[in-house]
C-alpha cells in the first residue's frame, strides 16, 4: 500500500527539476492509496490544497484521474488502458478492447480483477463516461469476501481451500455452488450499499481460473436481479479474455 510522503509531496531526490510534473506525480501516487476527497489528497500529497485541486483537475480531463459519485478522486481508467497497452501479459493486453466493449454494450463500468491472496485487485477498468457510476480505479484492492468478482474467484478452487474466507464471507459454499454450475455471478449490496455487479470467469490455459470480469452500478440501474440484464455479455467478454489466455473450451 501506499505510503504517504512525509508532509512533503516529494523528497528533493526524486524531484525531476519539472515543477509541475513532480506534483502530478505526487497526486497519482496520493491515489495509489485508493479514493480520497481533496481534504485526504492534500494530505497525502503534501501539497497546498489549491495546488492539488487544479493538478487533480487536470489530471482528471486527461483521463488520468476520475471522480466517484461521492466526488472522491481516484485513478482513472486511462491509466489502466495505457498500462494495458504496455503489458506482456494477454490477458490484461485484451481487457483493453474487451473491457471498452463491455462497457459500451451495458452501459456500466467494467473491470477485470485478479485474485493475491485474501484480496482482489482490479487490473484493468473502462470507466462509464457520465452519469452515476461504481468507480474502481486500476490498483484498488478490495476483500475477497463480498462482490460477484470474489464469488467468481472462490468459485472454482478445490472443496476445502477457501473455509477459512467463507467463514468471513457474505456468501456461502452454496452460492459459490451456484456460481460454477450457471458460470457467472451475482450481486446486490453485498461489497457497498446501494451497488450492483455481475462477474463471470476468465480460464487459463489449463483450466484454472485466473480473473474475474465484471460489470458494476447503481442498484437502480442494475435492479435486484442484475444478472437478467448483463449475464449473457459478461461471460462473452470472460471467453474472450479466456480465448486470449489460451484456453480453449471443450
Given at each position: 500500500?501506499?505510503?504517504?510522503?512525509?508532509?512533503?509531496?516529494?523528497?528533493?531526490?526524486?524531484?525531476?527539476?519539472?515543477?509541475?510534473?513532480?506534483?502530478?506525480?505526487?497526486?497519482?501516487?496520493?491515489?495509489?492509496?485508493?479514493?480520497?476527497?481533496?481534504?485526504?489528497?492534500?494530505?497525502?500529497?503534501?501539497?497546498?490544497?489549491?495546488?492539488?485541486?487544479?493538478?487533480?483537475?487536470?489530471?482528471?480531463?486527461?483521463?488520468?484521474?476520475?471522480?466517484?459519485?461521492?466526488?472522491?478522486?481516484?485513478?482513472?481508467?486511462?491509466?489502466?488502458?495505457?498500462?494495458?497497452?504496455?503489458?506482456?501479459?494477454?490477458?490484461?493486453?485484451?481487457?483493453?478492447?474487451?473491457?471498452?466493449?463491455?462497457?459500451?454494450?451495458?452501459?456500466?463500468?467494467?473491470?477485470?480483477?485478479?485474485?493475491?491472496?485474501?484480496?482482489?485487485?482490479?487490473?484493468?477498468?473502462?470507466?462509464?463516461?457520465?452519469?452515476?457510476?461504481?468507480?474502481?480505479?486500476?490498483?484498488?484492492?478490495?476483500?475477497?469476501?463480498?462482490?460477484?468478482?470474489?464469488?467468481?474467484?472462490?468459485?472454482?478452487?478445490p472443496a476445502g481451500s477457501v473455509d477459512g474466507l467463507l467463514?468471513?464471507?457474505?456468501?456461502?459454499?452454496?452460492?459459490?455452488?451456484?456460481?460454477?454450475?450457471?458460470?457467472?455471478a451475482s450481486s446486490v449490496g453485498e461489497r457497498?450499499?446501494?451497488?450492483?455487479?455481475?462477474?463471470?470467469?476468465?480460464?487459463?490455459?489449463?483450466?484454472?481460473?485466473?480473473?474475474?470480469?465484471?460489470?458494476?452500478?447503481?442498484?437502480?440501474?442494475?435492479?435486484?436481479?442484475?444478472?437478467?440484464?448483463?449475464?449473457?455479455?459478461?461471460?462473452?467478454?470472460?471467453?474472450?479474455?479466456?480465448?486470449?489466455?489460451?484456453?480453449?473450451?471443450?
Amino acid at each position: 500500500m501506499f505510503q504517504y510522503a512525509r508532509r512533503q509531496y516529494r523528497s528533493v531526490e526524486q524531484r525531476s527539476g519539472v515543477g509541475v510534473l513532480d506534483k502530478a506525480v505526487a497526486v497519482l501516487e496520493a491515489l495509489a492509496a485508493g479514493p480520497a476527497s481533496l481534504a485526504d489528497l492534500v494530505t497525502r500529497s503534501g501539497l497546498a490544497r489549491p495546488t492539488a485541486y487544479r493538478i487533480a483537475v487536470a489530471l482528471e480531463r486527461h483521463g488520468l484521474v476520475d471522480r466517484d459519485s461521492q466526488g472522491r478522486f481516484g485513478l482513472g481508467a486511462r491509466l489502466g488502458e495505457l498500462a494495458g497497452r504496455t503489458s506482456t501479459d494477454p490477458v490484461e493486453q485484451a481487457a483493453v478492447s474487451v473491457l471498452a466493449r463491455l462497457r459500451d454494450v451495458t452501459s456500466e463500468s467494467a473491470q477485470l480483477y485478479r485474485r493475491y491472496g485474501d484480496l482482489r485487485r482490479c487490473v484493468a477498468a473502462a470507466e462509464r463516461p457520465t452519469g452515476l457510476r461504481d468507480t474502481v480505479p486500476v490498483g484498488a484492492e478490495l476483500p475477497m469476501t463480498a462482490g460477484s468478482a470474489a464469488q467468481v474467484l472462490l468459485a472454482w478452487e478445490p472443496a476445502g481451500s477457501v473455509d477459512g474466507l467463507l467463514d468471513r464471507a457474505r456468501f456461502t459454499q452454496a452460492v459459490l455452488k451456484t456460481v460454477r454450475r450457471r458460470g457467472w455471478a451475482s450481486s446486490v449490496g453485498e461489497r457497498e450499499s446501494g451497488v450492483a455487479s455481475v462477474s463471470a470467469p476468465v480460464f487459463g490455459a489449463d483450466g484454472r481460473v485466473v480473473a474475474a470480469v465484471s460489470v458494476s452500478g447503481p442498484i437502480d440501474r442494475l435492479t435486484r436481479q442484475p444478472g437478467r440484464l448483463h449475464a449473457a455479455e459478461v461471460v462473452g467478454a470472460g471467453r474472450a479474455l479466456s480465448r486470449a489466455a489460451g484456453w480453449r473450451s471443450g
